[in-house]
């Protein structure tokens, strides 16, 4: 070995194994997901899941197969189809952690997918800087912004359809021809084309309040909203606004507005629409003034102290966010409380009484605000939060998958109960059938007994043979049973009678 290659070893036996020794040796499978997640906190589970969803659709499936046998219809005719119509086909393995940093519960949840999403879960698009927080004014106290792409939704309900059976595909099919707009526009064409960000973004004025009953007073709200990627919208839907609203023109962008102040329980608003076709976005808001905020250049939510402290060490781009500044956590605790003062009865104020002492003794603890949000790559689905509480791990596939057992042990309970007390009441039957054939043509117990003396024809006393629903197999006595004793077994030894049942036969 020369003396170069020699030297590189130290280095080798350093860096990446001492890395190994001090982490645990995670499976591969798992790696992926406990990459995204924090490692050094309250709470961490990793579970890997590929697959799992073939057993939860044998579930369903068995679930409807004995809802169909006991004359009950079960909606669902393919669960697996149904499963990759939801996409959680393409699920690999998933995690959770939770740890507190500062005032914050910061919670994340990873689910590992097998590429992009597909099926429904293409719902939520595609991951987009965010957009609500850098056009909210600073003043807003909450903003929630979402990505809604219902191109694929075509050919996802057509696996919906399958998965429900042949029927509800021909409706299915029929309503995506249905014609809502006044220009033809289809539910398939609109749908095809439909992939927006919807923004918005909301301010609270505690020092204008309103009275939506008496007990009750609510600061007033500013809102702007802003849709980016449907200006094409306008061309289909824009005249029933434009009828009605005067129009301006600034810049490029037009603005709709209603002629005249409106009354509302708040007070009066304006509401206007602006549309850029420049850049491919229709704004909507409350006020002129707002809306004029938004748009402007003037200080911004995103470069707030409390925004940034909430969104430090989660995603810059994703499909769904929701902020709550303090002051929107503030007038959350505040209306709780009113709740709480206005409530009628003893009983009522002690239940609205835990309840806001359970929402207002976790909420009051925020500085900056609370903050969720859900991003989607190749690699899956990472949904990150700040909020008050540790998020220990809630529903996941797996819990579902127990409660898809819990249900089918239920069904499965519910069916032998059933079983075993119709067989009862046929062996019943039989027995008193052998008590009238007995009384009747005069036979003393111990004379033989046949299943031609009891039934077969419409002279008998039970003209068919009744059968175990169960399949088991009915033992007919050879004689005459003594008294106690009774006429009829069935090979389930579940579903004969007990001793103490049969004494007085
Ligand atoms: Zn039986």
Known sequence: MKMKSLALLPLLATSPCVAQEDSPDFHKNLSPVIEKLDTDGEHLAVTYIKDDYKKLAETIDMIGKISQEQGSPFPIQDAEKLCKFIGIDQYVAT????KWVGEYALNRKFLATNGKPSG???????????????????????????????????LAQKQLALAL??????????????????????????????????SLAASLDNSKTWNPSEDVSLPTIDLVGRIDGATWLWDHYGMMV???????????????????ALPTPMGEVTPVIAVDKAKDQIWFALNMKYLAEAMGDGPKLSSTPHFQAALKSLPSSGNMLAYGSPDAIKSIVNLAEQAKASASSAEEKDIVATLV???????????????FTLQTSDQGILFASKSPML???????????????????????????????????????????????????????????????????????????????????????????????????????????????????
């Open 120 to 154: 429904f879960s293409t719902i939520i698009g595609e991951a987009k800087p965010w957009s609500a927080p850098s056009f909210a004014p600073a003043s807003a106290d909450l903003v929630i912004e979402t990505q809604i792409n219902l191109t694929q939704l075509p």
């Open 357 to 371: 002492d359970a929402i207002t003794e976790k909420l009051t603890a925020s500085k900056n605000g609370y903050i």
């Open 242 to 260: 434009e009828n009605d609203s005067k129009i301006t023109e600034k810049d490029g962008i037009t603005f709709y507005s209603a002629p005249k």
């Open 391 to 505: 998020d220990k791990g809630g529903p996941s596939l797996p819990i579902m998958l127990a409660g898809v057992s819990t249900l089918f042990v239920g069904a499965k309970y519910y069916k032998d109960a059933a079983d075993e007390s119709a067989c009862k009441v046929n062996t019943n039957a039989i027995h008193k059938a052998t008590w009238v054939v007995q009384n009747i043509e005069g036979y003393e117990a111990g004379d033989k007994l046949t299943w031609e003396m009891i039934s077969g024809d419409n002279s008998k006393p039970i003209p068919e043979r009744p059968t175990c629903p169960a399949g088991g197999t009915y033992t007919l006595s050879p004689t005459f049973p003594k008294e106690g004793e009774p006429a009829c077994r069935c090979s389930h030894p579940e579903h004969n009678l007990s001793k103490e049942e049969t004494r007085n036969w």
């Open 165 to 198: 059976g042949q029927e509800m595909a021909e409706q299915v099919t029929a309503k995506m021809q249905m014609p809502v707009s006044p220009k033809g526009l289809t539910v398939q064409q609109l749908s095809e084309k439909l992939n927006f960000r919807l």
């Open 95 to 98: 995690g959770s952690s939770s």
